[in-house]
């Protein structure tokens, strides 16, 4: 949002930035896109280079509102990713040459797993579990079930 809001003069930032939350904070990717049309209809002749950098990259923009929204503050950030990095560049500088590739991938996959623990104190309620598999399954990520999957899934396998 500081990129957008660094293009428009300081006397409008906080109006823009009204429309900016409400296209972030939406309940429905289509209520996020409508929120999106409004501001550049709004803004689009007044601060044609802060609406451009703000429709560039629009459908990542939106791409959080289609997660549960308990689990959209999560995602819709880079926060976690950068203090990854961040965390990262301390240790190397205490550490400033590794003696081998493996010495630095343990240090990389140190800070993932740290990550990763995080996220692990998410919690998941049935309903977005399934918001996640439509998801998954909208997206391509997941390939459908095959037919003994399904039987495992369900409990029917019969045992030999």
């Known amino acids: 949002m500081g990129n957008i809001l660094a293009k428009v003069p300081e006397e409008a930032t906080a109006e823009f930035a009204a429309y900016l939350r409400a ?3 939406a309940a429905t990717p289509e209520l996020g896109r409508a929120a999106a049309t409004e ?3 709004r803004f689009g002749d007044q ?3 802060a609406v451009a950098c703000f429709t560039e990259d629009l459908d990542a923009l939106l791409a959080h ?3 549960p929204a308990r689990h959209r503050i999560h995602c819709r950030t880079t926060n976690l990713i950068e203090r990854s990095f961040e965390e990262e560049r301390r240790r190397t500088k205490v550490i400033p040459r590794f ?3 493996r010495s630095a991938m343990k240090l990389v996959f140190a800070v993932l797993i740290r990550c990763s623990e995080r996220w692990s104190r998410v919690s998941i309620t049935d309903i977005e579990r399934h918001q996640l598999r439509l998801l998954r399954a909208e997206l391509g990520i997941d390939p459908p079930p095959t ?3 399904k039987e495992v899934r369900n409990g029917k396998r019969k045992i030999a």
Request: hydrophobic share 40%; aromatic share 6%; charged share 35%.
């Open 23 to 25: 296209v972030r904070d």
């Open 39 to 41: 501001l550049v209809m």
């Open 47 to 49: 601060y044609p280079a």
């Open 99 to 101: 003696t081998d590739e």
């Open 65 to 67: 509102l289609q997660l």
């Open 147 to 149: 037919p003994e999957e």
